[in-house]
């Protein structure tokens, strides 16, 4: 079952703006990954943020993590045309074996020149 | 370093028809790998997992199988397959270290 609802569904924005996008999860967890998908291809993991941090950055990201409302946010600033792709959250969930990730559904961020 | 290939990148089949999707890992040793489907504009749904040879987990009772009949390759495969299988296949290896997950490209599956 899906683990992490990402909200937007869908997000249009102009190049040079910030895209912000949220996740939320149900359960416990160890961390909390970001991954970009552009259409057609494979997903390429972007960031993880562990249960005990609670803000992360790398380049233009930065994901922020809240585990007291089960939620995380991730931003990209001064989006680029080149950014248009689909976000997912995944989350580790806490016990969980094997390494399973639970997947959201994604958000869908298009930017345009 | 390592690398994941996924092989066919499209594929059409009729109804009714095998399914082989192959799936090899290069640079480690031992990983964990997945089978996850993706249906267009939604999220991935685990098919199956393996922690190695011969040792295939699933997720959801389906018309699919898996087999892992070496280290590094990954099988997902069908006697016959139905419309509802089609989407886009994909395969994974687990970092085992901080549970980071290396995708490989992907295959579309259609089903007429």
């Known amino acids: 079952s899906q683990q992490g609802e990402e909200d937007p569904q869908a997000l249009s924005i102009q190049e040079g703006e910030n895209a912000t996008m949220n996740c939320s999860y149900k359960?416990?967890?160890?961390?909390l990954q970001w991954y970009r998908q552009n259409s057609g291809r494979g997903l390429v993991h972007l960031i993880l943020?562990?249960?005990?941090?609670r803000e992360k950055h790398s380049g233009r990201l930065r994901v922020t993590l809240d585990t007291s409302k089960k939620s995380s946010s991730l931003l990209i600033t001064a989006s680029r045309a080149a950014d248009t792709a689909s976000y997912f959250c995944?989350?580790?969930?806490?016990?969980?074996?094997?390494?399973?990730?639970?997947f959201g559904r994604g958000t869908q961020l298009t930017v345009w020149p | 370093s390592q690398t994941i290939h996924q092989w066919p990148a499209t594929l059409v089949q009729p109804v009714g028809s095998p399914l082989s999707l192959e799936c090899t890992v290069e640079?480690?040793?031992?990983?964990?790998l997945y089978w996850y489907r993706q249906a267009a504009g939604r999220g991935l749904q685990l098919l199956f997992y393996?922690?190695?040879?011969?040792?295939i987990s699933s997720e959801v009772p389906q018309n699919l199988s898996a087999s892992r009949p070496q280290d590094r390759q990954f099988i997902l495969s069908s006697k016959k397959l139905l419309l509802s299988d089609s989407g886009f296949y994909l395969c994974?290896?687990?970092?085992?270290?901080?549970?980071?997950?290396?995708f490989g490209p992907g295959t579309r599956l259609t089903v007429l």
């Open positions: 393996s922690v190695g040879i011969g040792q």
């Open positions: 359960t416990s967890i160890n961390n």
């Open positions: 995944a989350t580790d969930r806490r016990g969980s074996t094997l390494g399973r990730l639970y």
């Open positions: 943020i562990r249960s005990n941090e």
């Open positions: 640079g480690t040793s031992n990983p964990n």
């Open positions: 994974a290896w687990r970092q085992t270290e901080n549970n980071e997950q290396f």
